[in-house]
């Protein structure tokens, strides 16, 4: 695994994905995918992940720090 790799692993999980949800039903707090319309756990990770604008930006940081050195 190369660096790129191991940088997009470090963020790639639910919870950073713009289709994750947290809802609150009378109490119960559940965690959903917006986009696939299914309970989630936010440590979970699919291949549909599509990063916040936020992790975005974290990913393009991390790339720019590897690059020079």
């Known amino acids: 695994m190369d660096r790129l790799e191991r940088i997009k692993e470090r963020y790639h999980c639910c919870a950073t994905c713009r289709h ?7 109490g ?3 965690s959903r995918c917006a986009r ?3 309970e989630t756990n936010p440590k979970w990770q699919f291949r549909c992940w599509n990063p916040k604008d ?3 930006r974290q990913i393009a940081e ?3 720090s ?3 050195r």
């Open 28 to 30: 119960n707090v559940t």
């Open 36 to 38: 696939l319309g299914y």
């Open 54 to 56: 936020r992790v975005r």
């Open 66 to 68: 590897l690059r020079k």
């Open 20 to 26: 994750f949800r947290v809802e609150n039903d009378d």
């Open 62 to 64: 991390a790339r720019k």
